[in-house]
T-cell receptor
């Protein structure tokens, strides 16, 4: 699976959009981009995933660049409860079993 | 409610005393996996199972055992725990273990080995 690079930490004001970037310049054609988050020491929580097209669900939007070398997770109206570590993962559809969680981005949502 | 259930949430034990951390899922998932999480090292896979009676080592299997006798359960066994196994453990499951699937995690087990 392609390596992903994320900033170590980011701040966001409550009520504003949080835009979390992820670089995956070596991603291959069959690799999906997944986003998970971990609040304190709880189990990681699935947010969204996509292959080529932008995706949106009730939690967030995922914007993938046309060359697929980077993506951005958007939380449209961040709340204090969105403070967490966010993980960007590139995972091939033929890769049995493995999700590789790197260091992630610590998002601090401030009042 | 669809979920992965781990027990116990917290466990303190002493070196060498065998313990089992249970994991159960109610989603009829074929794939189950165990991770440990340590500061600065992220989540590392211990063992995984693609189906009943099918298990394999992950990245850090030493000192651990697993079994998959039933589809819903995937217990993690530490036969002789040591202090370096003090960690936060997560069980996870998904439908098949490949493809564009979501991985569902349990709420974690914080283990301290004294």
């Amino acid at each position: 699976d392609a390596k992903t690079t994320q900033p170590t930490s980011m701040d966001c004001a409550e009520g504003r959009a949080a835009n979390l970037p992820c670089n995956h310049s070596t991603i291959s054609g069959n690799e999906y981009v997944y986003w998970y988050r971990q609040i304190h020491s709880q189990g990681p929580q699935y947010i969204i995933h996509g292959l080529k097209n932008n995706e949106t669900n009730e939690m967030a939007s995922l914007i993938i660049t046309e060359d697929r070398k980077s993506s951005t997770l958007i939380l449209p109206h961040a709340t204090l409860r969105d403070t967490a570590v966010y993980y960007c993962i590139a995972r091939g559809v033929y890769n049995f079993n493995k999700f590789y969680f790197g260091s992630g981005t610590k998002l601090n949502v401030k009042p | 409610e669809a979920q992965v259930t781990q027990n116990p949430r917290y466990l303190i034990t002493v070196t060498g005393k065998k313990l089992t951390v249970t994991c159960s899922q109610n989603m009829n998932h074929e794939y189950m996996s165990w991770y440990r999480q340590d500061p600065g090292l992220g989540l590392r896979q211990i063992y995984y199972s693609m189906n009943v009676e099918v298990t394999d080592k992950g990245d850090v299997p030493e000192g651990y055992k697993v079994s998959r006798k039933e589809k819903r359960n995937f217990p993690l066994i530490l036969e002789s725990p040591s202090p370096n196994q003090t960690s936060l453990y997560f069980c996870a499951s998904s439908l098949k273990g490949y493809g564009a699937e979501k991985l569902f995690f349990g709420s974690g087990t914080q283990l301290s080995v004294l």
